[in-house]
């Protein structure tokens, strides 16, 4: 499968490890970024102008307001735009493909996992699934609604969780630990979670964590009370109104 991947940006440079295994030509015009490219993955082709997509799987992995000034000519076997906001009708009006398909990686893709949201064409669905799961987990959704719901949990949260991981090390620090130990417990602390989450539903291992008048439980109340819980969900809302405003909703 020939994979174009158009964009190597803070997001589309995070996806170019998984994808080696394809047969993947790149394109990037920004000077200092594609020498670096070049430096990193000697065994890719770089380009700086798209090629005739026919033939081609376009990963379109641009900034949406540049997608008016892209020359795209020839039909894509498939295009998958990871595009925040650009709603499939619009990729459509721009882009000639035998199937569509929109996705939502986050920036996890760097190690490989990140967890990616994609909806789109049923006719392309396996292949999509199969393509960006090279990157970690991909998740079919069944609309783009879902998608623009799921922005927040898969494509935004990587940055609240990074904020929980620094307020907690701060907390830490603040008591009087070293900073740098502070934040040798992090990785750790979210990867042995995140391993746990993997087999119990949140609410068992809360419970399993919190016994009666400890320490977790004392601190699960100042949560509570500070309002986290409530806070975290109106950061899953605000990002799915933005998501609304950015495709025209």
Not at 228 to 236: G, H, I, Q, S, T
């Amino acid at each position: 499968m020939k994979i174009l991947l158009v964009g190597a940006g803070n997001m589309g440079g995070a996806m170019i490890e998984g994808l080696r295994g394809y047969e993947l030509s790149v394109v990037e015009r920004h000077a200092s970024r594609a020498e670096k490219l070049r430096k990193s993955y000697p065994d890719i082709e770089l380009l700086t102008d798209i090629p005739e997509v026919n033939g081609y799987v376009l990963i379109l992995a641009v900034k949406p307001q540049s997608l008016d000034s892209l020359k795209i000519e020839g039909e894509a076997q498939a295009l998958i735009s990871i595009l925040a906001g650009t709603p499939l009708a619009r990729l459509k009006e721009k882009v000639s493909a035998k199937a569509y398909i929109r996705a939502m990686p986050n920036i996890a893709a760097l190690k490989r996992k990140s967890v990616t949201s994609v909806t789109g064409d049923e006719s392309f669905k396996k292949e999509a699934l199969e393509i960006l799961s090279s990157i970690g987990e991909a998740i079919w959704l069944d609309s783009e609604r879902q998608l623009d719901i799921a922005t927040g949990l898969g494509g935004s949260a990587p940055a609240w969780m990074a904020l929980v991981a620094e307020a907690l090390a701060d907390g830490a620090v603040d008591l009087g630990l070293p900073r740098a130990v502070s934040y040798r417990y992090i990785p750790a602390l979210l990867e042995g979670v995140a391993a746990l989450l993997e087999d119990e539903h949140p609410a068992l291992l809360k419970d399993r964590v919190m016994s009666p008048g400890g320490t977790t439980a004392a601190g699960y109340g100042a949560l509570e009370k500070a309002g986290v819980r409530d806070a975290f969900m109106e950061a899953m809302r605000a990002s799915y109104r933005r998501s609304e405003e950015l495709s025209g909703n």
